[in-house]
């Protein structure tokens, strides 16, 4: 039996690390599976017609609800924060940023012209003072560890200022959030964006939308950032097969753009 060593063994054990440090450690495809089988629509053989039957009343119909009409806000104000440090008092302090307060908000992290920012919908839930504290936050670090950053290369800020499940991203942009995350992005100036969930798109100025392609450059006053629209992290952690079609996305992309 031939015992020599396999070729590029050092190599393709580097490989295999990188990929389990970035959390990758299934093998999943594309091709779609017919897990569900149609049911048969032919009727029972042993049912026995009823007798006499007669048609059912139909329903009333129900009117829709309508949603409120949402009152746009100018939540940056006549003096608009102009430095990242600003921004941040302003993002703890104003009144109007949701419909909660002050307390309890999050602030992001991280310097002006960074490498990249990553930004997310909206604090974990258990986060306090520092922003992805909890296990989406663990997941984070290890993919930016294996895309080979330092976290002093990276600017982290979420578009809602405290933990939001189920936010209606549309309505809060529609009443004047969209320009705050408009201006935060302005005012860190990172290389690119990193947008982790599709709900953000209506605070960025696009559509609500599922396509992950469809986010190319976020529009500023003057300028464009290239982004990068993926699944949340919660997505990314709660189906692992979505991370091996993050990792093919990022990779194509940050070769073009970093």
């Given at each position: 039996m031939?015992?020599?060593p396999t070729p590029y063994k050092d190599e393709l054990a580097s490989a295999f690390s990188w990929w389990r440090d970035a959390g990758v450690?299934?093998?999943?495809?594309?091709?779609?599976?017919?897990?569900?089988?149609?049911?048969?629509?032919?009727?029972?053989?042993?049912?026995?017609?009823e007798a006499h039957s007669v048609p059912a009343k139909p329903a009333p119909a129900q009117s829709v609800p309508q949603s409120p009409k949402v009152e746009r806000v100018d939540l940056l104000g006549s003096s608009p924060p102009e430095t990242l440090e600003a921004f941040r008092e302003f993002w703890m302090e104003a009144p109007g940023l949701d419909a909660i307060g002050p307390r309890g908000?999050?602030?992001?992290r991280g310097g002006p012209n960074a490498q990249l920012m990553v930004l997310v919908t909206d604090p974990e839930q258990g986060d306090r003072?520092?922003?992805?504290?909890?296990?989406q936050g663990e997941l984070l670090d290890a993919m930016l560890r294996a895309m080979g950053f330092e976290e002093g290369q990276i600017y982290f800020?979420?578009?809602?200022?405290?933990?939001?499940?189920?936010?209606?991203t549309p309505a809060i942009a529609a009443g004047g959030m969209d320009v705050v995350t408009l201006h935060h992005i302005a005012l860190a100036q990172p290389k690119a964006v990193l947008?982790?969930?599709t709900n953000i798109?209506?605070?960025?100025?696009g559509i609500s939308t599922k396509d992950p392609q469809s986010l190319r450059e976020i529009n500023l006053t003057g300028s464009s950032k290239p982004a990068l629209l993926t699944d949340g992290l919660d997505s990314l952690?709660?189906?692992?097969?979505?991370?091996?079609?993050?990792?093919?996305?990022?990779?194509?992309?940050?070769?073009?753009?970093?």
């Open positions: 031939d015992t020599s450690d299934q093998d999943f495809t594309d091709d779609a599976t017919a897990w569900l089988v149609e049911e048969d629509a032919r009727p029972a053989l042993d049912a026995e017609p908000r999050v602030p992001p003072d520092r922003l992805l504290s909890g296990p800020a979420s578009a809602l200022p405290r933990h939001t499940p189920m936010a209606d947008v982790m969930g798109l209506p605070l960025i100025g952690t709660a189906m692992p097969r979505l991370k091996a079609r993050f990792w093919r996305r990022w990779i194509e992309w940050s070769a073009e753009v970093l």
